[in-house]
């Protein structure tokens, strides 16, 4: 079954740093790659999502890249702001990695 | 619209006691999920379903089952509970179209369940 890795485990920047997350999978079958933020005591909420006919997407502040031959996927925040500190999960369809803390320090 | 809803927030349950977790959705999404988060942890799926009377496994069903007999309501049923099903259980629906299955998942806001 597939598999995901999620580098780092802890994230720490000063505001305005750029952040980025790595994570890696297994099955090359997987064709939908969604990034999820969860603050502190809440629910998962969809930041921005690729699918595997796209190498790259970006909506404002956030992008996300995909290498299909590498299994590769990565998020990549600029400008960070003290409200981006979360916990960061990617996923490769229903499989999810176990998360990177992200912290910005203002 | 409530969006996911779940019941309850939290619960404590003894070992070898039973209960079920609702999960209720009011966005007409075929596609409902049960996952598992422990402590510093990733999201890990428990069962799902693509729609009304057809329910599939995850990667960790052992102790649970789940049931769909409508599209808006999926429960999820832990018989004779165990510590090491303390967790938070996050109920999610989602809206295939007809050339892609997976989309945007939208979480409840979750049950907190202790077994002591």
């Known amino acids: 079954g597939e598999n995901v890795e999620q580098h780092p485990s802890t994230l720490s920047v000063q505001e305005g740093d750029s952040a980025v997350i790595k994570c890696t999978y297994s099955d090359s079958a997987s064709n939908y790659f969604p990034w999820y933020k969860q603050e502190l005591g809440k629910r998962p909420q969809l930041i921005i999502d690729i699918r595997s006919n796209v190498g790259e997407k970006k909506d404002q502040r956030i992008a996300v890249t995909l290498n299909k031959t590498a299994k590769h996927f990565s998020l990549h925040i600029t400008e960070t702001q003290p409200e981006d500190s979360a916990v960061y999960f990617c996923a490769a369809q229903l499989v999810f990695g176990t998360g990177t803390r992200l912290l910005v320090s203002p | 619209n409530a969006g996911v809803t779940q019941t309850p927030k939290f619960r404590i349950l003894k070992i070898g006691q039973s209960m079920t977790l609702q999960c209720t959705q009011d966005m007409n999404h075929n596609y409902m999920y049960w996952y598992r988060q422990d402590p510093g942890m990733g999201l890990k799926l428990i069962y799902y379903?693509?729609?009304?009377?057809?329910?599939d496994k995850g990667e960790v069903p052992n102790g649970y089952n789940v049931s769909r007999s409508t599209t808006e309501d999926f429960p999820l049923r832990l018989e004779l509970a165990a510590p090491s099903q303390t967790s938070v259980y996050f109920c999610?629906?989602?809206?295939?179209?007809?050339?892609?299955?997976?989309?945007?998942?939208?979480f409840g806001p979750g049950t907190r369940l202790t077994v002591l």
């Open positions: 999610a629906s989602s809206y295939p179209t007809r050339t892609i299955s997976y989309n945007e998942q939208f």
């Open positions: 379903s693509v729609g009304a009377g057809i329910t």
